[in-house]
């Protein structure tokens, strides 16, 4: 019957002119919405609404509804045998309604939420290479004839184009998804090897600096303090000898932390207990945590597996953290560290309560030299950074204002090969 129907003048060339016009956009809602114009068009229809089947879920949802309504319909579902569409999609053969006040399986739920009147349905499946993606309803029929089976064949024959572009439309979707997160990995990727190589090259510079910064610094700096030890002159000069020693005791410890981080190389790894070492640590900072009125909490596993890592740098990274956490809290305060387990990694948090981080400088903190504090050499971050970059880690820094910074940091599992 659909050869009779698409025999009749114009309509063929408007069938081709409709294949045509589906396949002109991979946007899901520009396909169905023009697929929808084109079917209510085509068989007379007051509405139409396209459902999708959800593959996780296994239910029908509203693909695209329209009306003043549609927000409310659109969270609706329909399980698979429920309603026409149901039906529909349970057999996947296409079902004609005359009277739905006769009709059993006719779901009255949509037209309670919407106010619309659904006298007669006709429904067909939507495939794709044989496999169901969606139903399509026509209702009412403005003729009051109302659908009949040549009306179910030409919606059975457009349904199976509209699925193969409501697939394609998705497919199209996915791989969009795809290529965005294969675009941020490479993005990251990128960022990550421009920061190894700038550290590197920063690293071989920070070599020559400081070896030909160290001497005179040393000098100058000796020569401060024995200036100090005697009596000024006045006390203008006293306080300018003593401001002067500050800000070569910063360039010196500059140029310590600059060569510390020029000698960074392979870690030497062994498997380390984490827990221990940072027990170890926390333990040379205890007087000083008990000074200022810090408490500190740990919240750690009974049982943590090692870590394959170099102990003495995670020392010395572990030592700028607490450092830094104990800095933030000069008034007193609650540090707490917190160890977890994921299947690939080991977790460490270590947070402060203390002023944090503006959030313009959060994407800095790990840049050389960048520091809010005042007598900060900027260097602490970025030894932290580099350390566990090379034992294959990750550190994170978040903070919100007047709420104190976490750093996040992660440690591969040892494996039986480590």
Excluded at 1 to 24: C, H, W
Excluded at 231 to 237: F, R, T
Excluded at 353 to 374: E, I, N, Q, R, Y
Aim: glycine share 8%.
């Amino acid at each position: 019957m659909t050869e009779t129907f698409f025999s009749q003048p114009g309509e063929l060339r408007r069938l081709v002119e409709f294949s045509a016009l589906l396949n002109s956009s991979f946007d899901i809602q520009t396909v169905l919405t023009r697929a929808m114009d084109y079917v209510e068009g085509l068989l007379g229809a007051e509405a139409s609404s396209i459902f999708q089947v959800d593959q996780v879920r296994g239910d029908l949802f509203f693909r695209l509804v329209r009306g003043e309504k549609a927000d409310q319909l659109r969270e609706m579902r329909l399980n698979f045998g429920e309603g026409i569409a149901g039906a529909v999609a349970l057999s996947e053969e296409p079902l004609l309604i005359s009277d739905t006040s006769r009709d059993p399986r006719f779901c009255r739920r949509f037209d309670n939420s919407s106010g619309f009147a659904t006298r007669s349905v006709l429904c067909a499946p939507l495939k794709s290479r044989d496999r169901l993606v969606g139903v399509m309803e026509v209702l009412n029929k403005r003729d009051p004839r109302g659908f009949d089976e040549q009306d179910r064949d030409v919606l059975l024959l457009v349904g199976n184009l509209i699925g193969t572009a409501l697939e394609n439309a998705r497919l199209y979707g996915r791989l969009q998804e795809r290529l965005s997160a294969t675009m941020e990995e490479l993005e990251t990727a990128q960022a990550k090897l421009l920061r190894a190589r700038r550290l590197a090259a920063l690293g071989k510079l920070a070599q020559g600096v400081a070896h030909e910064v160290r001497n005179p610094v040393a000098i100058i700096g000796g020569f401060l303090r024995r200036l100090g030890k005697r009596p000024p002159p006045h006390a203008l000069a006293q306080t300018e000898v003593e401001l002067m020693t500050s800000q070569v005791q910063k360039l010196e410890r500059m140029v310590g932390e600059i060569e510390a981080f020029a000698r960074l190389g392979e870690p030497a790894k062994r498997p380390v207990h984490l827990l221990d070492l940072v027990e170890e640590v926390l333990a040379l900072q205890e007087p000083a945590l008990r000074r200022q009125q810090i408490r500190v909490q740990r919240d750690f596993p009974p049982a943590v597996p090692t870590v394959p890592a170099d102990p003495d740098l995670l020392r010395v990274a572990l030592g700028h953290l607490l450092e830094n956490a104990r800095e933030a809290m000069p008034a007193g305060g609650l540090l707490q560290i917190a160890l977890s387990l994921e299947p690939q990694r080991v977790h460490l948090a270590i947070k402060d309560t203390g002023m944090g981080v503006a959030p313009a400088d959060l994407s800095h903190v790990f840049d050389p030299f960048f520091s809010s504090k005042p007598q900060g050499t900027g260097m602490g971050l970025t030894v932290v950074h580099q350390i566990i970059a090379n034992h294959l880690g990750e550190v994170q820094l978040e903070s919100t204002p007047g709420q104190g910074v976490t750093v996040h940091l992660w440690l591969p599992r040892s494996t039986p090969g480590d």
